[in-house]
């Protein structure tokens, strides 16, 4: 069974940075996506990153604060979250795709930002 293990996260000051780790336990293909997800009570998951052929795709809301880095032979996934806010407070899940149109996901992480 494919598995998504995540590292990182915690609860910091807001304007601090935080970098989360995936790491698949099977090989993820270069044309398939792999990235981060993010959840918060009473609201549906959104995307946060992702990337897939080389491309990454971020949400307007964390434009220009986080990156997403994928090593595509190990397939790992790390994020990186600069200047972060209260409201970037979520369980932040690691989601990739080993066949086509079916979701992974790992068990989830939190990430907590005080103001």
């Known amino acids: 069974q494919v598995q998504l293990v995540e590292s990182g996260g915690g609860s910091v000051q807001a304007g601090q940075s935080l970098t989360l780790s995936c790491a698949a336990s099977i090989r993820i293909d270069y044309y398939l996506p792999m990235g981060w997800y993010r959840q918060v009570p009473g609201k549906q998951r959104e995307l946060v990153a992702r990337?897939?052929?080389?491309?990454?795709d971020y949400a307007d809301f964390v434009k220009g604060r986080f990156t997403i880095a994928r090593d595509y032979g190990r397939s790992t996934v790390s994020l990186r979250m600069n200047s972060l806010k209260s409201e970037d407070t979520a369980v932040y899940f690691c989601?990739?795709?080993?066949?086509?149109?079916?979701?992974?996901w790992g068990r989830g992480i939190e990430v907590t930002v005080s103001s």
């Open positions: 989601n990739a795709q080993a066949v086509v149109g079916q979701d992974i």
């Open positions: 990337a897939r052929s080389g491309v990454m």
